[in-house]
């Protein structure tokens, strides 16, 4: 007797085969990632997860384990190129509070 499959085998093999490539903080954030990945070629799917000993989800972003390499570089690129504008930012500010207080010295 054959062992007979159900007609979502596909869908659910399809989803066996994707792998966590990080975790979002929030859905904004997993969306930007999925944007990200999307406009380098990367399909990729976001999966919320209730974590069952908290009240907390969790949010993955998913791809296909063949660009989980690829994807780790283009996030990875990505959060370097934000934190050195992070901290590019950061020393305008610590600049203007210097040029602030050179300035209200009274001549």
């Known amino acids: 007797m054959t062992k007979r499959f159900p007609k979502n085998q596909k869908s659910q093999t399809k ?6 490539v990080t975790f979002a903080e929030n859905i904004e954030q997993a969306k930007d990632y999925e944007a990200l990945l999307k ?3 990367i399909p990729t799917i976001i999966k919320e997860q209730s974590e069952s000993s908290k ?3 969790v949010i993955a ?3 296909p384990e063949e660009f989980l390499d690829e994807a780790h570089v283009v996030i990875e690129s990505q959060d370097a190129y934000d934190d050195f504008y992070d ?3 950061e020393d305008d500010e610590d600049n203007d509070e210097f040029d602030s ?3 209200d010295d009274d001549f």
């Open 101 to 103: 207080a050179f300035f």
């Open 55 to 57: 009240d907390n989800k």
């Open 39 to 41: 406009s380098s070629d």
């Open 15 to 20: 989803l066996q085969e994707l792998v966590t």
């Open 87 to 89: 901290f590019a930012l």
């Open 61 to 63: 972003v998913m791809v």
